[in-house]
């Protein structure tokens, strides 16, 4: 019995003789059905480190979906008295509560003059899951005060009782700010790659199709724009933003010059593929066809590496998150009351804050959690979408 007809008897459930050795592979009938989506969602499955790290990205968006729900309290909201407190730890199954945690005193050192906080366990109050809390708009259409955590007293203050991750010099919830900073900076970066996909398809895609004279004029001026220094340029930017700006226009406004200057990458790898895909055989075909340049361009030549454009998209994603975080550090982007990486990592820039106040580092590790994991499932996606990869 040869190996098609062991693979047609299993097919239609007929019985196979016991002496056959070699092990029957289904899997090459559905691989050779199968699309080029379904191709790379499989090879991307095996790359277990890409895979992995997509599911730490999807968990970032979450909280980028749902920052005010997880956050306990008003990111704006400070004290004096509580600044600097180190983090809170929430205690389980303390005399018959499930979660409480404890009051928290400050005494100022007459010796370094800094405020030192203890923990008085005699006094505690009881903290439960989906609290009511201070309200706010969920995705700025729901009303609602649901928060993941909060107080079961809703009279008692939660700025008061609950910081997980310490305060600030000003007493701001540090953990509050991080949730509220993770939806910024991510979707300035989410924003900026899409913006810098469009810019990129556009022209590389122009470039390539039709070379010549407007091939050498565009890859002149994306040679120009590679070659201004960014930091200068973004200097001049950030000192020409009007003082009576919004937040949300400065954040618009730094989210299109960052994107101005990260798609020319892409550009140069789509006008490559370009100009290696307009004289095969199917382009030929479709335009002895009548078909329209645009069609041309979107509908046949264009999804033929569109998981090329994914893989370098995943790749750009953390050198947007990484440029709004440097400017905002800064102090070239985002400036307080907004809240983003670079803001909340500019109260641990001073050596002796971070000595004294090693949380308000916490930002900073998210920083790298996320980087990497972009970078991981970026390699991911470029391993699975290389069509020359082993299924």
């Given at each position: 019995?040869?190996?098609?007809?062991?693979?047609?008897?299993?097919?239609?459930?007929?019985?196979?003789?016991?002496?056959?050795?070699?092990?029957?592979?289904?899997?090459?009938?559905?691989?050779?059905?199968?699309?080029?989506?379904?191709l790379?969602?499989r090879?991307f499955?095996?790359?277990?480190?890409?895979?992995?790290?997509?599911?730490?990205?999807?968990?970032?968006?979450?909280?980028?979906?749902?920052?005010?729900?997880?956050?306990?309290?008003?990111?704006?909201?400070?004290?004096?008295?509580?600044?600097?407190?180190?983090?809170?730890?929430?205690?389980?199954?303390?005399?018959?509560?499930?979660?409480?945690?404890?009051?928290?005193?400050?005494?100022?050192?007459?010796?370094?003059?800094?405020?030192?906080?203890t923990?008085?366990?005699n006094?505690?109050e009881?903290?439960?899951?989906?609290?009511?809390?201070?309200?706010?708009?969920?995705?700025?259409?729901?009303?609602?005060?649901?928060?993941?955590?909060?107080?079961?007293?809703?009279?008692?203050?939660?700025?008061?009782?609950?910081?997980?991750?310490?305060?600030?010099?000003?007493?701001?919830?540090?953990?509050?700010?991080?949730?509220?900073?993770?939806?910024v900076?991510l979707?300035?970066?989410?924003?900026?790659?899409?913006?810098?996909?469009?810019?990129?398809?556009?022209?590389?895609?122009?470039?390539?199709?039709?070379?010549?004279?407007?091939?050498?004029?565009?890859?002149?001026?994306?040679?120009?724009?590679?070659?201004?220094?960014?930091?200068?340029?973004y200097?001049?930017?950030?000192?020409?933003?009007?003082?009576?700006?919004?937040?949300?226009?400065?954040?618009?406004?730094?989210?299109?010059?960052?994107?101005?200057?990260?798609?020319?990458?892409?550009?140069r790898?789509?006008?490559?593929?370009?100009?290696?895909?307009?004289?095969?055989?199917?382009?030929?075909?479709?335009?002895?066809?009548?078909?329209?340049?645009?069609?041309?361009?979107?509908?046949?030549?264009?999804?033929s590496?569109?998981?090329?454009?994914i893989?370098q998209?995943?790749?750009?994603?953390?050198?947007?998150?990484?440029?709004?975080?440097?400017?905002?550090?800064?102090?070239l982007?985002?400036?307080?009351?907004?809240?983003?990486?670079?803001?909340?990592?500019?109260?641990?820039?001073?050596?002796?804050?971070?000595?004294?106040?090693?949380?308000?580092?916490?930002?900073?590790?998210?920083?790298?959690?996320?980087?990497?994991?972009l970078?991981?499932?970026?390699?991911?996606?470029r391993d699975?979408?290389?069509?020359?990869?082993?299924?």
């Open positions: 019995m040869n190996y098609l007809s062991k693979i047609k008897n299993r097919l239609f459930n007929k019985e196979i003789p016991e002496e056959i050795d070699e092990p029957i592979i289904l899997d090459d009938v559905s691989i050779q059905i199968a699309t080029q989506r379904q790379i969602w090879r499955k095996r790359h277990r480190l890409g895979f992995a790290s997509a599911i730490v990205v999807l968990l970032f968006y979450v909280l980028v979906l749902f920052a005010d729900f997880f956050s306990t309290s008003v990111p704006v909201h400070y004290g004096a008295a509580r600044g600097f407190m180190p983090p809170q730890g929430i205690k389980f199954f303390q005399e018959g509560q499930f979660m409480s945690v404890c009051q928290v005193n400050g005494e100022r050192d007459m010796d370094t003059f800094r405020m030192v906080h923990e008085d366990c006094v505690r009881s903290v439960s899951l989906f609290a009511k809390g201070y309200e706010y708009k969920l995705w700025g259409i729901f009303k609602t005060e649901r928060h993941i955590l909060g107080m079961t007293n809703p009279d008692v203050n939660v700025d008061e009782w609950i910081h997980i991750m310490g305060t600030d010099k000003q007493g701001r919830d540090v953990y509050s700010r991080l949730m509220h900073g993770t939806r900076s979707t300035i970066g989410l924003i900026g790659v899409a913006l810098s996909i469009v810019f990129g398809i556009f022209i590389g895609s122009i470039s390539g199709y039709y070379g010549g004279l407007i091939d050498s004029l565009l890859q002149r001026f994306i040679e120009i724009i590679r070659s201004v220094p960014t930091i200068p340029l200097m001049g930017f950030s000192s020409a933003f009007p003082e009576d700006w919004t937040i949300n226009q400065v954040y618009f406004m730094i989210t299109i010059i960052i994107s101005l200057f990260a798609w020319t990458d892409l550009a790898v789509i006008r490559g593929r370009f100009l290696s895909l307009r004289d095969e055989d199917f382009v030929v075909a479709a335009r002895l066809n009548g078909a329209s340049t645009m069609r041309v361009v979107f509908v046949h030549m264009l999804p590496f569109y998981s090329h454009v893989a998209a995943s790749l750009a994603l953390p050198l947007m998150i990484i440029t709004e975080t440097s400017l905002s550090y800064l102090g982007g985002l400036r307080p009351p907004a809240v983003s990486y670079g803001v909340l990592l500019k109260d641990a820039q001073n050596v002796q804050a971070v000595a004294h106040s090693p949380w308000l580092f916490l930002p900073g590790v998210a920083v790298i959690v996320v980087i990497l994991a970078n991981f499932m970026g390699d991911g996606i699975a979408a290389d069509p020359y990869q082993e299924v």
